[in-house]
């Protein structure tokens, strides 16, 4: 009995020990804004710490458009820096009214590491005194120089409009409850202008009391968050209450089903060859996206979604023109698609040398590097037309006419006839042995 309790005691501690080497490893990457604003524009900053050999990345950042918003993509987006080096901000671009996304790449890099910046965004304040924003980062993603993920923890913030309150601000009590409206127990975390207050199990269809809280004057955001084991999904609702006295606020959950389960592919490629290539993106056989993608830089070919009764494997393919070795190349990854993926395909690198010129070649029978391009889909890529030129590699098999193979030797017609001769003369000599016999008998 003690050892079996040994056991399960060492193996609790691994586990443990995995999952804090696991969180050790992640690079932090954070909103540095200020906590309060109170003039007409302000900067955030996107830190990033102590990260190894980054060569690329993207992320979206999430804020209340109607306090806070960015009206001059091409000037309001500044480059980052990690020590001398610049972090460039390859493309961005609106989401959603109150989402961007930040692509960016460092050519010509062999990786980059330390603390820094990933880029500046500078915001302009379209609200009142008192509102509230998030600033939210999400799908994110970070490359290293070996085109493998960096593990990162994505941290927000929230500001609100206005000077800082003075140390006389009256405070008030704040009773905050949560009602459970799905057909599940929901075990519901209750955050208080981002702070984590813990949190308590719900049952379906009751409310209960989380706590009194003392709060300022003026807008505080009240957050639930909760994991739903019908879909398998965490859920997340924020709503925003104006405290001037003594409040009851009360948060409702959502209610969700399995029929909403979300199955799609979020589709990014990486090119690493040394030139920019046109790369075009195939699903199961179908066109989907064609983008120019510069040399060592990753592009998003964004999210494509899948019906229910569809088969969980998926072909990814993609098609590219190598203007090193002037050839066509293509590949396809198959993917087990169960619900909302990240794919990323990745374009291989390419040169002259790769290309092996045998003496005397016999017309191509048998294997080729890259599939021509389907007649299915000429019409859709005749506004940006690849050669036609496909690099094949010719197996030689085949065996010349003149040399005969071991298992069937020349063919010899005089052995033949003199074999037939052989038996004609055999016969004759029977019948006169039973000639001489029957002479012998009368």
């Known amino acids: 009995m003690y050892v079996k309790h040994l056991k399960l005691d060492i ?41 190894d050999d980054l060569d690329s990345g993207q992320f979206d950042i999430s804020f209340n458009s109607s306090v806070v918003n960015v009206t001059d993509l091409d000037n309001d987006i500044e ?26 790449n460092l050519p010509g890099v062999s990786g980059v590491s330390g603390g820094g910046s990933l880029a500046t965004i500078r915001f302009e304040v379209v609200g009142e005194d008192g509102n509230v924003s998030f600033l939210n980062l999400s799908d994110g993603l970070l490359v290293d120089k070996e085109s493998d ?19 006389t601000t009256e405070e008030h009590t704040v009773t905050v409850y949560v009602k459970n409206i799905d057909d599940d127990k929901l075990d ?20 209960k009391e989380y706590d009194d809280y003392s709060m300022e004057e003026g807008v505080h955001a009240f957050t639930i968050r909760w994991f739903d084991t019908d879909t398998d999904e965490w859920y997340e609702k924020t709503e925003e209450h104006t405290i001037t006295d003594v409040t009851t606020i009360v948060l409702l959950t959502d209610e969700h089903d399995e029929d909403e389960d ?8 990486k090119n690493l060859d040394d030139d920019d290539l046109d ?32 088969e969980a494997l998926h072909a990814f393919k993609i098609e590219w023109f190598d203007p090193g070795t002037e050839e066509d190349y293509e590949k396809i990854t198959r993917s ?41 889909t000429q019409s859709i890529k005749e506004a940006q037309p690849l050669p036609t030129e496909t690099h094949i590699t010719t197996m030689h098999t085949d065996l010349t006419p003149e040399e005969p193979t071991p ?26 042995v039973f000639a001489l016999l029957q002479i012998r008998r009368i």
């Open 79 to 104: 480059d980052g820096e990690i020590g001398d080096t610049t972090v460039p901000i390859e493309n961005c671009y609106f989401m959603d009214v109150n989402t961007i996304r930040l692509l960016f």
């Open 149 to 167: 993920p960096i593990p990162a923890d994505w941290v927000n913030t929230m500001i609100t409009i206005g000077d800082p309150p003075d140390e």
């Open 11 to 51: 193996t609790t501690i691994l586990i443990l020990l995995t999952v804090l080497a696991t969180h050790a490893t992640a690079v932090a990457v954070s909103v540095d804004a200020p906590e309060y604003v109170s003039g007409s524009r302000f900067d955030v900053e996107i830190e990033i710490d102590d990260v």
């Open 407 to 432: 298992e069937e030797p020349p063919a010899d017609n005089n052995g033949l006839e003199n074999d037939i001769t052989s038996l004609y003369v055999l016969i004759g000599l029977i019948a006169v």
């Open 279 to 310: 790369v075009y993106l195939y699903i199961d056989g179908n066109y989907k996206k064609y983008m120019s993608i510069t040399s060592n830089s990753t592009s998003d070919y964004g999210e494509y979604e899948f019906e229910k009764d569809e």
């Open 188 to 207: 519901v975390h209750l955050m208080l202008d981002g702070g984590d207050e813990g949190f308590k199990s719900v049952s379906s269809g009751r409310t």
């Open 336 to 376: 087990y698609i169960t619900g909302e993926e990240a794919v990323t395909l990745y374009v291989d690198k390419h040169t002259k040398e790769d290309i092996a010129v045998l003496p005397d070649e016999t017309p191509p029978t048998t294997q080729t590097t890259s599939e021509p391009i389907p007649a299915s």
């Open 262 to 269: 979300k199955i799609s592919a979020h589709i990014y490629i």
